[in-house]
């Protein structure tokens, strides 16, 4: 079975902040995602990456930057947090399009 | 149904009922597929549907895709208080290895 595991689980910052969220996986996928949610908008794409080195643009990408340093680690950054990036953000990973995806347990964010 | 703008959608049901969530798309896509997450955790694959199948089931759980309407539904038959979480759908629809997701729905179970 697929592992996702996130760290921290939970952060707090404040406004201007240097966040870096991170995210392995341990069953080889090609694929991986940053995901955020909030109430009301289900899950929304912020970047997502087919491979070590490799980043695409998500739906919500302004204000974050990733990287995908190996196959296991992808890495979201938010170099000056703001409120608005409150929030409860998701990883996930996949072995091929169109197949499922594993999430991790989840990062709460919050930016005071 | 959940998409678009809709808010997340909320229903309460009696343990033992059927109950049915809808799912409707907007473009083309060659799978549905339906997600659980429960209080606290990361959503959780429960069944896929391809675009050549019209309907697919796993155990007390029904889904079906109709592509020329756009639209999948997701059946729990039986509902049990452990079918209490959010369900979403998502749709692989514009880039390959993108999953959109709906905004979900809510199902409350009580004994």
């Known amino acids: 079975e697929a592992a996702v595991t996130q760290s921290p689980r939970n952060k707090v910052t404040v406004t201007g902040g240097n966040v870096t969220l991170s995210c392995r996986q341990t069953?080889?996928?090609?694929?991986m995602y940053w995901y955020r949610q909030d109430t009301g908008h289900g899950l929304r794409l912020i970047h997502y990456?087919?491979?070590?080195?490799?980043?695409q643009i998500g739906d919500v990408p302004d204000g974050y930057k990733a990287t995908r340093t190996t196959q296991e680690d992808f890495f979201l950054l938010l170099e000056l947090a703001s409120p608005s990036q409150t929030s409860l953000y998701f990883c996930?990973?996949?072995?091929?399009?169109?197949?499922?995806?594993?999430f991790g347990p989840g990062t709460r964010l919050t930016v005071l | 149904s959940q998409w678009g703008e809709e808010n997340l959608q909320a229903l309460s049901i009696q343990e033992g009922e059927d109950v049915t969530m809808n799912c409707s798309y907007k473009?083309?896509?060659?799978?549905v597929h339906w997600y659980r997450q429960d209080s606290g955790r990361g959503p959780a694959l429960i069944i896929l549907?391809?675009?050549?199948?019209r309907e697919k089931r796993s155990g007390r759980l029904r889904a079906t895709l109709d592509t020329s309407s756009q639209s999948s539904s997701l059946s729990i038959t039986a509902a049990q208080c452990e079918d209490t979480a959010v369900y979403f759908c998502?749709?692989?629809?514009?880039?390959?290895?993108?999953?959109?997701f709906g905004r979900g729905t809510r199902l409350q179970v009580y004994a």
């Open positions: 996930a990973s996949s072995g091929t399009t169109y197949a499922e995806q594993f």
């Open positions: 069953n080889s996928h090609n694929y």
């Open positions: 990456s087919y491979g070590a080195g490799n980043l």
């Open positions: 473009t083309y896509t060659t799978v």
């Open positions: 549907i391809r675009s050549n199948e």
């Open positions: 998502a749709t692989d629809n514009r880039v390959v290895g993108q999953l959109t």
